[in-house]
């Protein structure tokens, strides 16, 4: 989402044209993609296929680690920014580097950001908090929330309540440890056990997806859930805008890796900024930085329980469910972007006009 964004947003930008999108391909061989197309490319000849040296140098992901010190060799003279949502420095992984420990892995990572990135943005004090607790620079992080195509969440009002219809609950999630879909099921049958007609709606794919769908027959709530695999955004602010509550369970994720652990969070969470953005109710657990954003204007962020007690938490929110409430665009792509610029240009004065 924030690649393709970035892009569009940044392409043919006046004051910073996009110049260059460098990725990997399915063999992870880097490549230079020109007009939709992927061209293979050895990193040692990236200043002479970009041409004049960058005064911006972006990194969308953290798989570049172990090339960082050489790209600043490459590009001696631009500033160099990293965007993060935390997990991946948190996780450290490695490919060329055969470090066992994972605190040396973690070690390495924030010696090599230390060493060539002029700036981390971040996307929440949470975040902020976790980096500095392993090392990384309080100075050198620029936090920045946003990330939400505002254009396509084009109803103003929800539908009319009737008293007859299910409620309508919607989820936008990938099928992983940490979104919990599981407990999710089980608060949801608890509901419906206790006569509330709901319609459960998940969107998102991932490794847990078939086991959800066995656990939903199991509990026998299928003619309650629909599981619609992965959507694209249009599609996902549709549902939001449908739906009478966004409801997702993430939990912080305690995750074994190799050498050590670490605790796998939500940094951010896009779906809930766009369910916020539109205007719909969000009803979350406590994980990570989502009590943040989910404020109690915008919906109700509980703490991690047994199902039945989640069930019975739930249904006095329910009661209190608003019918309608405002949207806000202050996440929006092209918000969020300018602060990018305002402070590129606060960076680098140097690029105006170049």
């Known amino acids: 989402m924030h690649a393709g964004a970035f892009i569009q947003h940044f392409h043919e930008h006046e004051v910073f044209p996009l110049v260059g999108v460098v990725t990997r391909d399915a063999e992870q061989r880097d490549c230079l993609l020109v007009d939709d197309d992927l061209l293979p490319l050895s990193l040692s000849d990236l200043p002479s296929r970009i041409g004049d040296e960058p005064k911006i140098v972006f990194f969308n992901s953290g798989r570049w680690i172990e090339d960082l010190a050489f790209l600043r060799q490459q590009f001696p003279g631009a500033k160099f920014i ?3 949502g935390g997990n991946e420095i948190l996780q450290a992984p490695l490919v ?17 950001i230390a060493e ?27 936090r920045c929330v946003g990330g939400v195509n505002s254009s396509a969440l084009t109803r103003s009002r929800r539908k009319s309540s009737i008293s007859d219809s299910p409620l309508v609950l919607f989820c936008a999630a990938r099928f ?39 656990l939903a027959e199991e509990l026998g709530i299928t003619a309650h859930v629909s599981f619609l695999g992965r ?7 549709n549902e939001l805008q449908v739906a009478d509550a966004y409801i997702q369970f993430s939990c912080d994720e305690f995750t074994y890796v190799p050498g050590g652990h670490y605790i796998h969070a939500e940094g951010m969470g896009r779906s809930i900024l766009e369910a916020i953005s539109y205007g719909t109710y969000v009803i979350a657990l406590r994980s990570g930085a989502l009590d943040e954003i989910v404020t109690p204007d915008r919906g109700v962020v509980l703490e991690k329980a047994p199902p039945h007690e989640l069930a019975a938490q739930i249904a006095s929110v329910f009661a209190r469910l608003p019918d309608d409430l ?29």
């Open 326 to 354: 405002p949207g806000t665009n202050e996440y929006e792509w092209d918000f969020y972007f300018q602060r990018y610029e305002a402070r590129w240009k606060a960076m680098h004065a140097t690029v105006i006009g170049n």
């Open 96 to 112: 060329r580097e055969h470090i066992a420990d994972h605190t040396s892995r973690q070690n390495y990572w924030v010696k090599q």
């Open 231 to 237: 959507l694209d955004n249009s599609a996902v602010c």
């Open 176 to 214: 992983v440890p940490y979104k919990n879909h599981a407990l999710l099921l089980k608060v949801v049958s608890n509901l419906i056990q206790a006569g509330y007609k709901l319609e459960l709606r998940l969107a998102g794919d991932g490794p847990l997806y078939s086991a959800s769908e066995q």
């Open 82 to 84: 990293y965007r993060t």
């Open 116 to 142: 060539n990135i002029d700036e981390v943005i971040t996307n929440s004090v949470f975040t902020d908090n976790r980096l500095i607790q392993i090392g990384m620079f309080p100075d050198r992080l620029f």
